[in-house]
């Protein structure tokens, strides 16, 4: 499985960004797959994640009605839709794939066994 994140950039505060990240393998929409980000000096934190079915959404309440996952099964795309872009989302973000496809324990991060080379948001005026 290989993973690739896109479209990263600088935006302004309050501007909006789309993700991307296309992946390899058969069987894509077996699996959730994540977001997570990591700013600097900062951990690496969850953002959202979504059903292998695309049917169930979760969000860190940090990004809570600002951020919008999504993917496309046909496509193995998943995306992340930012809007109302804060300093503070300033990060490397990664689309990662779960390791199993239980719809579980989502926010964390040693369960996703798939891991992108991440993509610069920087949220800056």
């Known amino acids: 499985v290989q993973l690739q994140a896109s479209g990263g950039g600088l935006v302004q505060p309050g501007g909006s960004l789309r993700l991307s990240c296309a992946a390899s393998g058969q069987t894509f929409s077996n699996y959730p797959m994540g977001w997570f980000r990591q700013a600097p000096g900062k951990e690496r934190e969850f953002v959202a994640a979504?059903?292998?079915?695309?049917?169930?959404?979760y969000y860190a309440d940090s990004v809570k009605g600002r951020f919008s996952i999504s993917r496309d099964n046909a496509k193995n795309m998943v995306y992340l839709q930012m809007s109302s872009l804060k300093s503070e989302d300033t990060a490397v973000y990664y689309c990662?794939?779960?390791?199993?496809?239980?719809?579980?324990?989502?926010?964390?991060?040693?369960?996703?066994?798939?891991w992108g080379q991440g993509t610069l948001v920087t949220v800056s005026s």
């Open positions: 990662a794939r779960k390791g199993d496809p239980a719809t579980i324990r989502l926010d964390e991060a040693k369960k996703y066994s798939y």
């Open positions: 979504i059903s292998g079915s695309g049917g169930r959404t």
